[in-house]
């Protein structure tokens, strides 16, 4: 029998979406085989100190994973620890990680960068793929260059917004009719994000999606469908089943994705085979133009007349109960323990970067 490999679970973080990375590291520490990982789980507390926990998925979905039995640990930038340096106690050394830390501090490339340091392989994708696609805006200029159809936008900073949300306003409506969706341009998850229907809304949304980030996006509005699909690979990535979704709120926002289960998932989604071959090889496009690894979701809109609109990646996606990537990859092609074993060897196949 092939020698067990140390996998570290790394959740938790100073970010806005602690609370959704213990739910997903919940499910991923439920998923991982123990005939085959010894699975070592790392949190992260809001305020960003890093314990070793013996904690149960229960107790991490519950965030009362403290309670249990931790330490002092966390990952060594120091390559001759190459893991986990334990304090006062011995430390681990880590064939593989597995980072669920979702938003910023994690998914924005600080994790990747901090695993690269180590040189210990991790499931996600590289540091510079994952600042970029963070990134709104870097992620739609490039796309853009791509020749990736997307939806009209303008970024504006925060520091100006706040000197003269008026003016930012008066640009926008200049150009788009509403309803205008405005966002965090480096913020996950909906985090931020506001349908405005009038001048009073907009200048509030600005000025509420420049409390969570340095940039805000501001983009038209696409009357479309939202279509979600699952990519996974590193240098030949294949794409799921598309999936559409139901929102039971008036557009996807955090709460119907994680804590509202109303929201109504069809997968396969509700289109053609012509449309979902589209959407499925425009989704391997943006894997490609971004430069990801191990794996993303790419979010889309389908409008009635067939157009096929790119919208987002989430280079570290949900892997809650109710969201869209384990689901789509499991009517696809693996589930659970077997998505997990995949999103590992990618982690150390040769073609990754």
């Known amino acids: ?152 936008w303008e970024m504006f900073y925060s520091s100006s917004l706040l000197k003269n949300v008026g003016g930012a306003a008066d640009r926008i409506e200049a150009r788009f009719d509403y309803p205008v969706f405005v966002k965090p341009v480096s913020a996950g998850s909906s985090v931020g994000v506001v349908k405005c229907s009038n001048r009073a809304t907009l200048e509030a949304g600005l000025l509420e999606a420049a409390r969570h980030d340095f940039k805000v996006l501001a983009e038209e509005f696409i009357d479309g469908s939202e279509v979600e699909v699952a990519v996974i690979g590193n240098s030949e990535p294949t794409a799921s089943v598309c999936g559409q979704i139901a929102p039971s709120q008036e557009f996807y926002s955090y709460d119907s994705k994680y804590k509202d289960e109303s929201s109504k998932l069809y997968i396969p989604a509700k289109i053609s085979d012509d449309i979902s071959a589209k959407v499925r090889n425009t989704a391997i496009e943006v894997f490609k133009t971004m430069e990801c690894q191990g794996m993303a979701r790419v979010d889309f809109f389908v409008c ?40 590992i060897a990618l982690a150390l196949a040769e073609d990754r970067i």
């Open 1 to 152: 029998m092939a020698e067990k490999l140390n996998v570290a679970v790394i959740f938790g973080g100073v970010s806005n979406e602690h609370e959704i990375s213990c739910l997903s590291a919940a499910n991923v520490v439920s998923i991982l085989d123990r005939d085959k990982y010894n699975v070592y789980v790392l949190g992260i507390t809001r305020d960003g100190k890093w314990f070793l926990t013996d904690a149960t998925p229960d107790q991490i979905r519950s965030g009362k994973w403290l309670d249990a039995d931790s330490r002092n640990a966390f990952i060594s930038p120091d390559r001759g620890v190459r893991g986990i340096y334990v304090v006062g106690g011995k430390n681990i050394k880590i064939d593989v990680a597995f980072p669920i830390l979702h938003g910023k501090n994690g998914e924005d490339g600080a994790a990747a960068a901090l695993l690269k340091l180590a040189g210990i392989p991790q499931v996600t994708t590289t540091m510079t793929s994952a600042a970029c696609s963070m990134d709104k805006v870097i992620t739609k200029i490039l796309c853009e260059r791509a020749g990736i159809i997307q939806a009209g």
């Open 304 to 343: 009635a007349d067939g157009r096929v609109i790119f919208n987002e990646l989430n280079t570290i996606p949900g892997f809650t109960d109710i969201s869209m990537y384990p689901k789509l990859m499991a009517h696809s092609c693996c589930a659970g323990g077997e998505l997990a074993d995949r999103l």
